[in-house]
């Protein structure tokens, strides 16, 4: 039985990849960090990331020691650096995540 090779992306449009990537990483969820010194900050993320990735995001683009950093959500509970949003069971499409620097 012969392999058959999946088209290339430019072969089936960028969308269509686009598409299953996110179906693939658990859709986008635009997180709201709150607790920053310079305010409320937006990003879409995936539910597939972690605490850990967005924690070196947050030091990336805010300039906030990584190792700082405590996130939090619904109310004070932690979100540990492997889990992802998805085990944390952060769904939807919109999800406010708190910040502590230490």
């Known amino acids: 039985e012969m392999f058959k090779l999946e088209k290339l992306p430019s072969e089936?449009?960028?969308?269509?990849?686009?598409r299953e990537n996110e179906i693939a990483e658990?859709?986008?969820i635009k997180i709201t960090f709150k607790g920053l010194s310079d305010g409320e900050?937006?990003?879409?993320?995936?539910?597939?990331?972690?605490a850990q990735e967005l924690k070196a995001m947050l030091e990336a683009d805010k300039g906030i020691d990584f190792k700082s950093i405590t996130l939090t959500f619904d109310?004070?509970?932690a979100m540990?650096?492997?889990?992802?949003?998805?085990?944390?069971?952060?769904?939807?499409?919109?999800?406010?995540?708190?910040?502590q620097v230490s």
């Open 26 to 28: 658990g859709g986008k």
């Open 80 to 99: 540990a650096d492997p889990l992802s949003l998805s085990d944390l069971g952060i769904s939807g499409t919109e999800a406010t995540v708190d910040v």
């Open 41 to 50: 900050y937006q990003k879409d993320v995936a539910s597939s990331q972690t």
């Open 75 to 77: 109310g004070g509970k």
């Open 12 to 18: 089936r449009g960028i969308e269509d990849f686009e």
